[in-house]
C-alpha cells in the first residue's frame, strides 16, 4: 500500500513512507517518540484513496539518520521542513502525535507558509512547568525502556504492547514493536535536555487552520491535554478547533481510530 524511500534533508538521510498518487493533496505525518513513520500505517491505509500520505522516521528513529547532540522540537521541525522542500510538497497538510505533534506545531509557527493546515494529536500542552533537565523521570523511564527493548526479541516486544495496551487493534503491535527496536540510543540520551517546549508561544504565531485533538478524560487517562489546557490554547490560536474524543487516553488514534479519522477526513476536507 505504500513503499519506503530515503531522501538527503537538513544533512540527514531521512526514511520515509508513502502512499503516492497523483493530484492528492500531501499529507506529512510526525509520529511520536520512539515510534516511527510505520506506526501511522491504519490511518495511511483509511486516507490513501484521497491523500498522498508520507510518514517520515524523524531524526533518531527507524531508519534515519542519528546524530549526536540537538534533538530538539526546533531541530525536528527544521528536518520537517526540509523534507518538504525536497519532495518538493506544495503546501502539503502536515500533523502529528505527542512530540510529532510538538514538532508540527513548531513546523507551522516558525514558517507559516510551508502548510495548508495542521493536525496536533494530543501534544504536550501542560499547563505546569517542565521538570528540570537534572530530575527528568519521563526521560529515566525512556532510558530504562530502551536498555530492556535491546535485549528483548521483536516478539517479546509484541507481547508487552498487547499486554500493556489491550484496547488497541491487533495490526498496531508489528509497527509499534518495530519501532522500539530501531530507537537510537543519540536521541533516548538527548531528549529532555533541551529547550522546554513553549507551546503557549508558538500557538500564538499560528495563522493555518489547525486541528487539536485530544482525550476527553486527560489527564486522568494518560492523555496529555486537559480541558483547562485546551481552552487556553483555543485563547492562544483563533485557527484553533478542538475535538475531544471519549474512550481514548494519550494514543488516541489507536485506541478511538473510527473517530479520530473521522475528525481528521472531515477536518482534511474541509480545508482540502
Same mark, same amino acid.
Not at 4 to 17: D, K, R, S
Not at 53 to 70: F, M, N
Not at 153 to 163: D, F, I, K, Q
Not at 168 to 189: C, G, L, P, R, S
Given at each position: 500500500?505504500?513503499?519506503? *524511500?530515503?531522501?538527503?534533508?537538513?544533512?540527514?538521510?531521512? *526514511?520515509?513512507?508513502?502512499?503516492?498518487? @497523483?493530484?492528492?493533496?500531501?499529507?506529512?505525518?510526525?509520529?511520536?517518540?520512539?515510534?516511527?513513520? #510505520?506506526?501511522?500505517?491504519?490511518? @495511511?491505509?483509511?486516507?490513501?484513496?484521497?491523500?498522498?500520505?508520507?510518514?517520515?522516521?524523524?531524526?533518531?528513529?527507524?531508519?534515519?539518520?542519528?546524530?549526536?547532540?540537538?534533538?530538539?522540537?526546533?531541530?525536528?521541525?527544521?528536518?520537517?521542513?526540509?523534507?518538504?522542500?525536497?519532495? #518538493?510538497?506544495?503546501?502539503?497538510?502536515?500533523?502529528?502525535?505527542?512530540? #510529532?505533534?510538538?514538532?508540527?506545531?513548531?513546523?507551522?509557527?516558525?514558517?507559516?507558509?510551508?502548510?495548508?493546515?495542521?493536525?496536533?494529536?494530543?501534544?504536550? +500542552?501542560?499547563?505546569?512547568?517542565?521538570?528540570?533537565?537534572?530530575? $527528568?523521570?519521563?526521560?529515566?523511564?525512556?532510558?530504562?525502556?530502551?536498555?530492556?527493548? =535491546?535485549? =528483548?526479541?521483536?516478539?517479546?516486544?509484541? @507481547?508487552?504492547?498487547?499486554?500493556?495496551?489491550?484496547?488497541? *487493534?491487533?495490526?498496531? +503491535?508489528?509497527?509499534?514493536?518495530?519501532? !522500539?527496536?530501531?530507537?537510537? %540510543?543519540?536521541?533516548?540520551?538527548?531528549?529532555?535536555?533541551?529547550?522546554?517546549?513553549?507551546?503557549?508561544?508558538?500557538?500564538? !504565531?499560528?495563522?493555518?487552520?489547525?486541528?487539536?485533538?485530544?482525550?476527553?478524560?486527560?489527564?486522568?487517562? $494518560?492523555?496529555?491535554?486537559?480541558?483547562? %489546557?485546551?481552552?487556553?490554547?483555543? #485563547?492562544?490560536?483563533?485557527?484553533?478547533?478542538?475535538?475531544?474524543?471519549?474512550?481514548?487516553?494519550?494514543?488516541?488514534?489507536?485506541? =478511538? +481510530?473510527?473517530?479520530?479519522?473521522?475528525?481528521?477526513?472531515? +477536518?482534511?476536507?474541509? *480545508?482540502?
Amino acid at each position: 500500500m505504500w513503499t519506503p *524511500h530515503e531522501v538527503e534533508a537538513n544533512g540527514l538521510t531521512i *526514511h520515509y513512507l508513502r502512499t503516492g498518487g @497523483a493530484n492528492k493533496p500531501a499529507l506529512v505525518l510526525a509520529h511520536g517518540s520512539t515510534d516511527n513513520g #510505520g506506526c501511522w500505517g491504519r490511518v @495511511a491505509s483509511a486516507l490513501a484513496d484521497r491523500y498522498d500520505v508520507i510518514a517520515p522516521d524523524a531524526r533518531g528513529h527507524g531508519r534515519s539518520s542519528a546524530p549526536d547532540g540537538d534533538y530538539s522540537n526546533v531541530a525536528m521541525a527544521t528536518d520537517l521542513a526540509a523534507l518538504i522542500g525536497a519532495l #518538493g510538497l506544495d503546501r502539503p497538510f502536515v500533523g502529528g502525535h505527542s512530540m #510529532g505533534a510538538n514538532t508540527a506545531l513548531t513546523l507551522v509557527a516558525h514558517w507559516p507558509e510551508i502548510a495548508r493546515a495542521a493536525i496536533l494529536e494530543d501534544p504536550v +500542552f501542560r499547563l505546569e512547568p517542565p521538570a528540570p533537565p537534572e530530575s $527528568n523521570p519521563w526521560r529515566d523511564r525512556l532510558i530504562a525502556s530502551h536498555a530492556k527493548w =535491546q535485549v =528483548q526479541t521483536h516478539a517479546e516486544v509484541v @507481547a508487552a504492547g498487547r499486554a500493556g495496551s489491550p484496547r488497541w *487493534h491487533e495490526d498496531e +503491535f508489528e509497527a509499534w514493536a518495530d519501532a !522500539k527496536k530501531h530507537v537510537n %540510543a543519540a536521541y533516548v540520551h538527548a531528549t529532555g535536555s533541551s529547550v522546554p517546549f513553549d507551546w503557549r508561544a508558538l500557538l500564538a !504565531k499560528v495563522r493555518v487552520p489547525t486541528l487539536l485533538v485530544t482525550s476527553d478524560s486527560a489527564p486522568v487517562d $494518560n492523555g496529555i491535554v486537559s480541558p483547562e %489546557a485546551a481552552e487556553v490554547a483555543r #485563547g492562544l490560536c483563533p485557527t484553533l478547533e478542538v475535538a475531544r474524543l471519549p474512550g481514548a487516553g494519550h494514543n488516541i488514534r489507536r485506541e =478511538q +481510530f473510527g473517530p479520530f479519522v473521522t475528525a481528521v477526513a472531515v +477536518f482534511l476536507d474541509r *480545508h482540502a
